[in-house]
């Protein structure tokens, strides 16, 4: 019997809709099993998030702290799934089911376009893979004198304000960024440019407040809607701003990298080998003997951040210029935000247990044997004690609360006989997963020895996770942590740290990464010129 085409046209719609109401059907199933506070038609627990964008915050940590081991809230009709049980959370990171990063991130696509934060699939795989030996420890040996010139010039600035509150984010996050442009962008600023390097981290701040404000607003997340808002020209005039300081910092380093290497033999200059001179200093560098993925014969020599990319952009091999451009602001937004929080926080930590400060500047005379010079690699890795308190502010404090992704199918988790179904979003929570009383005894508590050697082995290992886990780690987690340290010796070795806020009066709230709402006073004193 033939099947007319209006039987088709009738019949479609209603197998359509069909298929909608059992997905939905299974969907919402498998969703009521999971456990969280009470929700209402319509707007699921949106009414709970309702209130000034910076106290949303607040009510998350109210509603994580009714959970356990995870929860559920609804926004509207979407399914958010918060984890904060180690298995569950290495079951997520893990997997490459949960790569796709969720929504949220597609705000920050008009800045940092196809960046390693935001890209998926074969394009961040091979990204991902390009990026990281850039940051091979023979690659961030070389880093060590930028980061002690700017940490020094940190000092110096500090200088001007001893004796008086200061909000150290904010010397914190030129200092970074500086830091980042003359390492990994291998971009000297020059004196006549500083204003341009303050301009650009202005830019930033602000940029960042217009997202974390569309984040939390319903109404702002159509991009019609936002473009018709008050915060369309600024978010506009913002994005401007910033992507011409990025784009002249890639200018520049393109130029002198076709300067020094001539165009016609980039893919040979791709290929140099590593002298063997210079494999004696890449056993100093880490401390043990080179592989021969480091020093082989065969071995591409491993070039900068930024002078890798280009190389390979200019040979047509995985990047584009305008993929060099998207990773620049992608890195510069990531690497300078976080260690600014990171460093910030620790020193507010310190100032308020004065105890554990003077444990870390003990230490900082022992290793440098009370004459301060110029600190190497080896000297970093003998800060045993400033490595823990910095990983203890990290614990209680992560620059990154949650991380959310996709969820593209049915996925059993391992810590409860429940489903999160496909089309949810799940939310990895950091915050509560670091503040976990069955892994950190006393988990509010700042104790250094939460990371002992003997406790990290008794440890799952994701129930730390301050720069992520699994394929998308960090993947300069080992420079943040080189910069970080070098840094924090450097301004404990010349100042007392001095407590302004109480600790119990400290407010934070979750912007694009977790930030102290009242900011970051503190007092100094000078120990020693």
């Given at each position: 019997m033939?099947?007319?085409?209006?039987?088709i046209?009738?019949?479609?719609?209603?197998?359509?809709?069909?298929?909608?109401?059992?997905?939905?059907?299974?969907?919402?199933?498998?969703?009521?099993?999971?456990?969280?506070?009470?929700?209402?038609?319509?707007?699921?627990?949106?009414?709970?998030l309702?209130?000034?964008?910076?106290?949303?915050?607040?009510?998350?940590?109210?509603?994580?702290?009714?959970f356990?081991?995870?929860?559920r809230?609804?926004?509207?009709?979407?399914?958010?799934?918060?984890?904060?049980?180690?298995?569950?959370?290495?079951?997520?990171?893990?997997?490459?089911?949960?790569?796709?990063?969720?929504?949220?991130?597609?705000?920050?696509?008009?800045?940092?376009g196809?960046?390693?934060?935001?890209?998926?699939?074969?394009?961040?795989?091979?990204?991902?893979?390009?990026?990281?030996?850039?940051?091979?420890?023979?690659?961030?040996?070389?880093?060590?004198?930028?980061?002690?010139?700017?940490?020094?010039?940190?000092?110096?600035?500090?200088?001007?304000?001893?004796?008086?509150?200061?909000?150290?984010?904010?010397?914190?996050?030129?200092?970074?960024?500086?830091?980042?442009?003359?390492?990994?962008?291998?971009?000297?600023?020059?004196?006549k440019?500083?204003?341009?390097?303050?301009?650009?981290?202005?830019?930033?701040?602000?940029?960042s407040?217009?997202?974390?404000?569309?984040?939390?607003?319903?109404?702002?997340?159509s991009?019609?809607?936002?473009?018709?808002?008050?915060?369309?020209?600024?978010?506009?005039?913002?994005?401007?701003s910033?992507?011409?300081?990025?784009?002249?910092?890639?200018?520049?380093?393109?130029?002198?990298?076709?300067?020094?290497?001539?165009?016609s033999?980039?893919?040979?200059?791709?290929?140099?080998?590593?002298p063997n001179?210079?494999?004696?200093?890449?056993?100093?560098s880490?401390?043990?003997?080179?592989?021969?993925?480091?020093?082989?014969?065969?071995?591409?020599?491993?070039?900068?951040?930024?002078?890798?990319?280009?190389?390979?952009?200019?040979?047509?091999?995985?990047?584009?210029?305008?993929?060099?451009?998207?990773?620049?602001?992608?890195?510069?937004?990531?690497?300078?935000?976080?260690?600014?929080a990171?460093?910030?926080?620790?020193?507010?930590?310190?100032?308020?247990?004065?105890?554990?400060q003077?444990?870390?500047?003990?230490?900082?005379?022992?290793?440098?044997?009370?004459?301060?010079?110029?600190?190497?690699?080896?000297?970093?890795?003998?800060?045993?004690?400033?490595?823990?308190?910095?990983?203890?502010?990290?614990?209680?404090?992560?620059?990154?609360?949650?991380m959310?992704?996709?969820?593209h199918?049915?996925?059993?988790?391992?810590?409860?006989?429940?489903?999160?179904?496909?089309?949810?979003?799940?939310?990895?929570?950091?915050y509560?997963?670091?503040?976990?009383?069955?892994?950190?005894?006393?988990?509010?508590?700042?104790?250094?020895?939460?990371?002992?050697?003997?406790?990290?082995?008794?440890?799952h290992?994701?129930?730390?996770?301050?720069?992520?886990?699994?394929?998308?780690v960090?993947?300069?987690?080992?420079?943040?942590?080189?910069?970080?340290?070098?840094?924090?010796?450097?301004?404990l070795?010349?100042?007392?740290?001095?407590?302004?806020?109480?600790?119990?009066?400290?407010?934070?709230?979750?912007?694009?990464?977790?930030?102290?709402?009242d900011?970051?006073?503190?007092?100094?004193?000078?120990?020693?010129?």
């Amino acid at each position: 019997m033939e099947v007319s085409a209006f039987s088709i046209i009738v019949a479609a719609p209603i197998l359509v809709y069909i298929a909608y109401r059992l997905f939905y059907w299974r969907f919402f199933r498998l969703a009521s099993q999971w456990p969280g506070p009470k929700s209402y038609p319509i707007v699921g627990n949106a009414i709970d998030l309702l209130g000034p964008s910076d106290r949303i915050f607040d009510t998350l940590v109210t509603h994580l702290a009714d959970f356990e081991d995870l929860g559920r809230l609804w926004i509207g009709p979407r399914f958010l799934a918060f984890l904060f049980h180690p298995d569950d959370v290495e079951m997520v990171l893990n997997s490459n089911d949960f790569l796709d990063k969720s929504v949220e991130y597609d705000f920050l696509r008009p800045w940092i376009g196809n960046g390693l934060l935001t890209s998926t699939g074969n394009v961040w795989r091979a990204h991902r893979r390009a990026i990281a030996p850039t940051f091979y420890a023979s690659v961030l040996k070389d880093y060590m004198r930028k980061f002690n010139e700017n940490a020094q010039g940190l000092v110096s600035e500090l200088d001007r304000h001893t004796g008086a509150p200061l909000d150290i984010h904010d010397h914190m996050s030129v200092t970074i960024t500086r830091t980042l442009l003359e390492t990994a962008m291998g971009v000297d600023i020059e004196p006549k440019e500083k204003h341009l390097l303050h301009g650009y981290v202005s830019s930033v701040k602000e940029l960042s407040n217009i997202i974390h404000y569309r984040h939390t607003k319903a109404w702002l997340r159509s991009d019609l809607v936002f473009s018709f808002s008050k915060y369309a020209s600024s978010h506009k005039s913002l994005l401007n701003s910033i992507h011409k300081y990025t784009m002249d910092v890639l200018l520049k380093k393109k130029a002198e990298v076709q300067i020094n290497n001539g165009c016609s033999n980039m893919k040979q200059i791709a290929n140099r080998k590593i002298p063997n001179g210079e494999k004696d200093d890449i056993k100093a560098s880490n401390g043990r003997e080179p592989n021969k993925t480091e020093i082989s014969g065969t071995e591409q020599r491993k070039l900068p951040f930024l002078e890798s990319l280009i190389q390979k952009a200019l040979v047509g091999d995985t990047f584009t210029l305008k993929d060099v451009h998207e990773q620049i602001d992608t890195f510069m937004f990531e690497g300078h935000d976080t260690a600014s929080a990171a460093t910030s926080m620790l020193l507010c930590s310190l100032a308020s247990k004065p105890e554990i400060q003077e444990k870390c500047y003990d230490e900082l005379q022992w290793v440098l044997g009370g004459t301060y010079r110029e600190l190497t690699l080896e000297d970093l890795n003998e800060m045993k004690y400033l490595d823990r308190c910095l990983l203890e502010a990290m614990r209680l404090y992560p620059p990154v609360p949650v991380m959310a992704r996709k969820v593209h199918k049915d996925v059993k988790l391992v810590s409860r006989d429940l489903t999160i179904p496909s089309g949810s979003t799940v939310i990895v929570t950091t915050y509560a997963l670091q503040r976990r009383a069955d892994v950190f005894p006393n988990p509010d508590e700042f104790d250094p020895d939460h990371f002992l050697p003997e406790r990290i082995a008794d440890r799952h290992h994701y129930a730390y996770i301050p720069f992520s886990a699994g394929p998308r780690v960090c993947v300069g987690k080992k420079f943040a942590m080189l910069e970080m340290k070098t840094i924090l010796a450097t301004v404990l070795w010349n100042f007392k740290i001095t407590q302004i806020v109480a600790e119990e009066e400290w407010t934070f709230s979750a912007d694009l990464i977790l930030k102290r709402r009242d900011g970051y006073k503190i007092g100094l004193v000078r120990r020693q010129k």
